[in-house]
């Protein structure tokens, strides 16, 4: 069985998430790391001593090695990076949301068509039993065609220092409703 080579790229709060999950998994190796504030890269390289350090995405993509990227970078750099990468070659698991407009979702689109690479974009809910079951109800006209939606998330605060009312709830976590 192949193992894959992973480098995630953007080694924030979501990037470390990505990385101890691929270092979880048995037909994967996290071999690769990137974040372009050399603090935090050096603080994650503490956690992962056997994975490279890159300072530049780009110098990450030039690896051959490397079959996957996780792409963990701030929403507004997706476009760009996952460009990138699938330019590359790479397969690209990218965090959501897809990009930072309508444009830009289709420039990715089209790079992930003319690319080898594959295209997964992170809308992690999907895997959810629950809300699998949701879609389904949804697809199959049980409960009617959807019209507006309302939807509200039950945390107590947002996780560190993000501020999801600073932002589009399409952008955040409101991203997984609308994906139903």
């Excluded at 050399?38 to 300072?55: N, S």
């Excluded at 990227?69 to 760009?80: G, L, M, Y």
Aim: contains cysteine; aromatic residues 4%; proline residues 3%.
């Amino acid at each position: 069985m192949t193992t894959l080579r992973w480098g995630v790229i953007g080694a924030g709060r979501f990037g470390l998430i990505h990385a101890r999950t691929i270092r979880s998994l048995s037909q994967c190796r996290l071999v690769a790391l990137c974040n372009r504030n050399a603090d935090r890269l050096e603080a994650a390289r503490t956690e992962f001593p056997d994975a490279t350090a890159y300072g530049d995405y780009r110098e990450l993509l030039a690896d051959a090695s490397i079959d996957v990227v996780s792409i963990t970078t701030h929403w507004r750099e997706h476009a760009a990076v996952a460009i990138d990468a699938l330019a590359a070659g790479k397969h690209v698991l990218l965090e959501k949301p897809l990009a930072s407009s309508v444009e830009e979702c289709r420039r990715v689109l089209d790079a992930a068509s003319g690319s080898t690479g594959k295209l997964l974009v992170g809308h992690i809910c999907r895997f959810d039993p629950r809300v699998a079951l949701a879609k389904q109800a949804i697809d199959s006209g049980r409960i009617g065609r959807i019209v507006s939606m309302h939807a509200k998330r039950n945390l107590p605060r947002a996780p560190g220092h993000i501020r999801l009312d600073k932002i589009s709830p399409l952008m955040g976590d409101g991203i997984h409703d609308a994906d139903l």
